[in-house]
């Protein structure tokens, strides 16, 4: 395994309070000692005098070279870096950390992709570009969040992120319903994750409240087929993401303007699925794969794919009618049944 230079802090919190005559406290005071390796290390108590032993608790990464590290370059390191990739000799031999790590072979969307996607990205949407799609991955709480994904358009919010231990379970449906509409926007249509059963609750609170929704399952079978209709996918969910990379892919004509928000966990997660080609299509890999070698689950992708996969998209050629257009005043001509008297009416239409 490749290492890196690093040095350790020792964090030493120690809390002071001082009570004066009206019996206040003192902030909390932190110092940091820099140390060569985890300890333990002596340390004397300032309150009870006694000298104890303690462990540093993190580590700070120091940018540097090999040849700034001695004791690897007595390992015969630099020689087995020699041996490396050109771009990890880079990084771990020249100190160069602006190289761009090699995406793997199968991987779905390429990073360089979804980089530019976020390059793009303004902290305001189009002007007059409503939003279309609200996608949503739901929790079952406990460390699981919930992510919120609005789109307009081409342009993606801000995620919304509700701790998974914020969560109510015994009444889940009505206040995940409440958090969706919280955050939706000009009637856009809410995609809902019922993978896991947890969307389940949600679907009837917001179907009884009359709001669109689609019902998203990534297990279920799909028809369809890729841009240039040369394979089929093995689910729905493969389906998704690959038309995530399709839409990211800067060839097409004119090139991709999807616009995606600054967050280096999306970028993390949306860069982790890999893909095989099957009989039966394209499949993405199993999302319990990508949680174990993430160490979580990637929902802030998840989300994010499916606000893309379903509602409006000028890129697969649908009309976005333009939000906050003036109201046109219609006069309509019509009849009543009181003999020959004409009647003028008129009714409010909004384009």
């Given amino acids: 395994m490749l290492g890196l230079p690093f040095r350790l802090l020792l964090e030493l919190r120690r809390r002071v309070q001082e009570h004066s005559e009206q019996g206040t406290d003192r902030d909390e005071h932190d110092q940091e000692i820099e140390v060569d390796g985890p300890g333990p ?14 462990r540093a608790i993190s580590r700070t990464f120091i940018r540097s070279r ?14 087995r870096l020699n041996r490396a990739p050109e771009d990890l000799r880079n990084v771990y031999r020249g100190g160069d950390y602006t190289v761009g790590m090699r995406d793997q072979p199968n991987q779905v969307i390429p990073t360089a992709w979804i980089e530019a996607a976020q390059k ?3 902290k305001n949407p189009p002007q007059n570009v409503p939003m279309v799609a609200i996608g949503v991955d739901c929790s079952g709480g406990g460390s699981d969040p919930m992510i919120i994904a609005p789109r307009y358009d081409y342009w993606f919010a801000p995620l919304i992120e509700i701790p998974g231990k914020q969560l109510p379970m015994d009444r889940l449906g009505k206040f995940g319903a409440a958090a969706i509409l919280t955050e939706r926007r000009n009637k856009a249509l809410v995609i809902l994750d019922m993978g896991g059963g947890y969307g389940q609750s949600i679907f009837e609170n917001l179907k009884e409240n009359e709001i669109e929704v689609f019902k998203y399952n990534g297990t279920e079978t799909t028809g369809m087929r890729t841009r240039d209709r040369i394979y089929g996918f093995y689910n729905v969910r493969s389906h998704a993401i ?5 839409a990211l892919d800067p060839d097409q ?13 999306l970028l993390s997660d949306l860069t982790a699925p890999t893909f095989e080609v099957l009989p039966r299509g394209i499949k993405v890999e199993l999302k319990e794969n990508i949680v174990k070698r993430l160490g979580r689950s990637p929902d802030r992708g998840d989300s994010v794919i499916m606000s893309y996969y379903a509602g409006a998209s000028s890129l697969r050629g649908m009309d976005i009618k333009p939000r906050n257009r003036p109201v046109e005043v219609v006069t309509k001509r019509g009849t009543r049944s009181s003999g020959s008297q004409v009647v003028i009416t008129k009714r409010m239409r909004r384009r």
């Avoid at 290390?41 to 303690?54: A, D, I, L, Q, S």
């Avoid at 690959?242 to 399709?246: D, G, I, K, L, T």
């Fill in 66 to 79: 090999l040849d700034d590290n001695p004791d690897y370059l007595r390992t015969g390191y630099k020689d």
């Fill in 253 to 265: 004509d004119q090139g991709s303007p999807i616009a995606l928000p600054p967050d280096q966990v």
């Fill in 120 to 122: 793009r990205w303004t």
């Fill in 41 to 54: 290390y002596p340390f004397k108590n300032e309150r009870t005098g006694e000298t104890e032993m303690v």
């Fill in 242 to 246: 690959w038309s995530f990379r399709e």
